[in-house]
């Protein structure tokens, strides 16, 4: 499953060329649709009124999708998309993980801690008032920061200004660069999930693959004033089914894509960046899982940590076996050698656009020098404890709020606060146990790669490491939210005198920790921006727009159709359906991950056992894409995309619609589910507009 | 000898009520100077051209003072004045200390590395615009940020506007506000310096003492672009003399007086603060004493700051026996009762300024609490080496100079920059094994006090002290200006990526020394200037403005008489001369500290004996007035302050002028001792106007 657990680095998102889009590929702008695309293969004449109500039922889910379902605040999304608010309003009692909720009331809804949602509302292209901010004779960190200054003051102004919180996405790597306007909402609460079973059915090994079997669903209802919302913009549903062939949309967050990197970006992400972080995946896995059998609470305590780890893992090695395949770099190279020789052709074009791509490569060399650094500090690998991400927090929070708006750390900024501030008061539970396991473990690392550094000289005195963690976590206070908000009203001066030992750890190291990202943003991250967008600005030249940006995490629309493709010469069907599911559990005689719940073993009887459950489609997707409807011509609710096939992970450098797919639960299978299963008429009836 | 050594904290100035001065009493500002006192009681008609010489003639030389002799830039002030300069300047192998130095021609003048001399151009009333940026609803810290950001403002302002270095002074405890502001020179050379054992002959035991017999005088001179300045307003030489209860005036920086200071802030100082601090310099003394035990070359090492805590320790024990004086506090309670009285006679007065000494109390009591953590991090007292205060300085500077000029820390703000880069740049001396040993005492008194914190706790690693001081010592490459000059290009970035110890501790200890600092001016500060404010303000409504602001370190014009005094029954005559020079050499066998140096012996019978050396008045002067020049009605050189009696100590607080009297230099045993001693024949003809 492809719930974006770590906002994989943006920075890695710059430009090469490919030859322009051919099948369905695609992860489209909403104010730059493919409409040309969709006329001429799919006769399908796509309005402006389709885009914006489609626009506005779509959700921004933290870093994956949703969509309204109702015109009362009713959402859909995954159940892995949910998961980290169903763990949080669970308890060692309580596990609704295990058990599944339904709420038959309003009433019974279950508010979730810390949420927020956002609907976008409006794009404005807004970049020639940011690309004016350069001037010719800047380097490229100078220009970074004159951008960013008004990047800051665009946003801080539309964010007071339309009342909606507002950010600029950079496209095409800083060649273009668009406002978005969201409307965001944080009363939300739990109305429908199934058991974990069921909706992670297979389990990490059938993750990834089709066919599948599963019911990864939930619903939640958006709150205003202690009342539902009105959502007039939402997804009716289908209820006639989808036919093979048949076009289809999925409007999502995709979260990274890097169809337009240069080949030395590619190759960094092959030898430095990816073996790093699949090696900590492949540890932290089997760590957590040891964890997980000291006794049934400490693995309850794990699942959600270790999906996360588990799917990520898959996912990465997925991308990995793209970059390691030579023949599609081979590709890549060659497309690229072509770009390049036709840029070289004429003198002007190589004098603007030449050097980038070398200039490129250059900076990729300077990050792999400390990389390492880089992600042990200011990516916190170092320090894996929810409390150091909250004492972190706190201690920069603090401290960038005394600087100027646009001279602040940019997840500082005046139009993200409200969510941080939020966030970091959110009552979530928090094992300390399992922290000390997992901080263990990271100190572990970190001294083994900078014991010699004095920071974690001075933080080890030379004691082990599981006796450092101990001390922190046993000291710390901030698992109090009270705590934490004293912090908050505190201010610098609270930081600064807190006696609190994870924050004096933050405190230790946030000085070399700002300096490797200042470093980083100084010697890679505008490197990337100034070139990349020359190369993307070359592309422009010479094929106009007709590749869509690689994906920012925001809004976008991708098409394809329902159907088959044949894997090791076989056929596979474009649905599965009930009597698949039970078939499949018998084969694994019910064993994990293969067990069904006992909700699903009572109500067989009752079920349409050739009722679709899940199925697929040829419309580009990637992690963060968890959670989008699946929306037929009619702009009808038809399934919800939830993972994409093994086939589908390579597609994050280099898409083809022969084998690869996104894997969704259909429409049809939802409401079986709903009515037979969880005997939930109610919320049926909502979904089918029915009083 | 009473050069200003530490900045004695500024913060405890405020005010408390003292009859209007009577006696000589008096540091005068030079725009609101004691006009109808001087007719009064002098029949002397002060004129604002006599004023303005004198100011101009006046030389503010880091915490001292010191005035123009010659119209070619000369430089007159104490050779104690100059010592830092002297010692900077002074090898293993050149030892100006010990040996005296003569420049004969201009070509052979030793330029001083760091050195900073600044005159006063012109004073500017801002009260108005200072106080008009509060507003009543304020806290005492908004008010205090409010005044702050306008002060900041004028500075810049003024310092742009002017080419002159700008400060606002803050008078009378926050009631009143002046922009001084400043020519800065900072090519300033070594002319002439006689022999430390003359210099400072009777050593420690004569330190504070009169009759004396010192030869306490050095001579630099200005140069700008590689010429000696035109110095038009410098003194003529008074070569006459003076006679018994002649009217003099001395010019001046004096550091810091408390005579306003409420009874509450006078017993913080007695109980905590000098407490505190006495204990701190009997301690240090002691070690530097057996440090320099080892051999004549850490004795050397050691003779600076030697002095420097010998004379700061007997200054503040004489302070504090005015404290510890019961007959002088209960006077002093008497008086602030009688001024409390007063104000409550009237309800409308008594609610404006009624509880300003209540409040002031509880600031002092607050500050109690938390004093000895100031001191030992904000106050640098738990980190004694110079590679701190560096380290220190660049974290600080690289992290000031990227927030507004107006929410720095007031010594980084732009007026202050100029002066600070230049100093962390030049070339001194500085010893490592010196090094080590005074931060292996600090950090014994760290460990000691303050072992329990964290930061303590990560910087001992269970070591003893010296390990850690000398591994910290070992390990910085501060030393090399090169390297502290590259910190200052780098700015934040070489700071937080920097792999130097010193600073990674200056880092380390960076946030509980800025928190403590916010506390002491949020809590204590703001508080002072508020209720001290309100204190002057009903002052000024009750009896005017008789009595002189405390001193404030700038500069200040104070008048006496040449004058004898009795101690113990005996008449102490009102100059000594030569003859007593060599008498008390005698009556001691010449053993230190009261051996004579070679020249003095040689050139004995050359000496007409009788000449006055060093003479006494009752002009009042404190810590900070060394070097001022003494002048006569006419405005001429008549000698140099070098020292008050042991009586004129508890004048800090209460100013009396039946014992208490300033000594100088006098002008007519400079010019013997020029002459005879040191054959500096061109330099006499400099000083007398002979070509």
Chains 1, 2 share one sequence.
Not at 153 to 172: D, F, P, Q
Not at 228 to 254: D, M, Q, R
Not at 569 to 596: H, S
Request: aromatic share 10%.
């Amino acid at each position: 499953m492809r719930h974006r657990y770590a906002k994989i680095l943006i920075f890695i998102l710059a430009l090469s060329l490919f030859t322009p889009a051919f099948a369905d590929e695609g992860l489209w702008l909403f104010n730059m649709p493919p409409s040309s695309v969709l006329k001429a293969k799919y006769n399908f004449a796509i309005t402006p009124e389709w885009l914006q109500h489609v626009q506005l039922a779509s959700i921004r889910f933290g870093g994956a999708s949703g969509s309204f379902v109702s015109p009362d605040g009713l959402v859909l999304t995954n159940h892995h998309v949910g998961q980290g608010a169903i763990q949080n309003l669970s308890t060692k009692d309580r596990d609704l993980m295990r058990t599944g909720f339904y709420a038959r009331t309003r009433a019974e809804e279950l508010k979730a801690p810390g949420m927020e949602l956002s609907v976008l509302q409006e794009i404005e292209d807004v970049t020639a008032k940011v690309l004016g901010a350069e001037r010719p004779d800047m380097t490229a960190v100078q220009a970074a920061e004159a951008r960013d200054k008004v990047i800051s003051a665009l946003e801080k102004e539309s964010t007071e200004k339309a009342g909606l919180r507002s950010t600029i996405v950079n496209l095409y790597s800083g060649s273009m660069y668009h406002l978005y306007k969201y409307k965001v909402y944080t009363d939300v609460r739990l109305v429908f999930s199934p058991e974990y079973l069921i909706a992670f059915f297979g389990g990490d090994p059938d993750n990834f693959t089709y066919p599948r079997y599963d019911f990864d669903i939930t619903l939640f209802r958006i709150y205003e004033n202690d009342k539902p919302i009105n959502s007039k913009h939402y997804l009716k549903w289908n209820t006639s089914g989808l036919k093979e062939n048949e076009l289809v949309f999925a409007s999502g967050h995709p979260g990274s894509t890097g169809r337009l990197l240069t080949l030395a970006q590619m190759e960094f992400l092959r030898d430095v960046s990816y073996p790093t972080t699949i090696a900590n995946y492949e540890r932290r896995r089997a760590l957590l899982q040891e964890y997980g059998k000291r006794g049934l609470e400490y693995a309850r305590q794990a699942q959600g940590p270790l999906f996360g780890i588990e799917n990520s893992l898959k996912a990465t090695i997925g991308y990995q076996s793209g970059l390691l395949d030579k023949a599609l770099m081979a590709k890549k190279a060659k497309e690229e050698q072509a770009f390049r020789d036709a840029i070289r052709k004429d003198p002007a074009t190589d004098r603007e656009f030449g050097k980038a791509w070398d200039e490129l490569a250059l900076a990729e060399k300077r990050f792999a020098e400390f990389f390492k650094a880089y992600r042990f500090f200011e990516g916190g690998a170092g320090f894996s404890t929810g409390y150091f991400g909250m004492a972190r927090t706190l201690v920069r929070l603090a401290a960038e709020k005394s600087k100027p708006n646009d001279e602040r750390l940019r997840e500082y900024r005046d139009a993200g606060l409200p969510s941080i501030t939020r966030r970091i008061q959110a009552v979530t539970p928090i094992y300390n146990e399992l922290e000390v396991f997992n901080l263990t473990d990271s100190l572990n690392q970190l001294q083994k790669e900078f014991g010699i550094m004095q920071e974690v000289k001075w933080l080890f005195a030379g004691k082990p490491a599981e006796d450092v963690a101990k001390e922190l976590i046993a000291g710390t206070k901030l698992k109090d939210p009270e705590v934490r908000k004293s912090y908050l009203a505190g201010g610098l001066d609270a930081v600064y005198l807190s006696e609190d030992p994870m924050i004096k750890l933050a405190l230790l190291v946030d000085p070399v920790s700002r300096g490797l990202r200042k470093k980083y943003e100084a010697e890679v991250e505008s490197a990337e921006t100034r070139n990349g967008a020359l190369i993307a600005r070359a592309m422009f030249k010479l094929k106009g727009t007709a590749i869509p940006p690689d994906a920012t995490s925001t809004l976008r629309l991708s098409f394809g159709t329902v159907k088959t493709y044949v894997e090791s010469g076989k056929k596979i069907p474009f649905t599965t359906t009930f009597q698949g599911l039970f078939d499949k559990a018998a084969k694994f005689a019910g064993k994990p991950p293969y067990e069904l719940p006992p909700s699903f073993l009572q109500a067989k009887t009752k079920i349409k056992l050739d009722t679709p459950l899940n199925f697929i489609a040829t419309c580009d997707s990637i992690g963060g894409n968890s959670g989008s409807p699946v929306i037929n011509r009619k702009g009808e609710f038809s399934g919800v995309l939830f993972d994409g096939n093994i086939q589908s992970l390579p597609a994050r450098f280099v898409y083809s619609d022969e084998q690869n797919r996104s894997v969704m639960v259909h429409s049809q299978g939802i409401l079986e589910a709903l009515t037979k299963i969880y005997n939930a008429q109610p919320l049926v009836n909502e979904l089918l507009g029915k009083k």
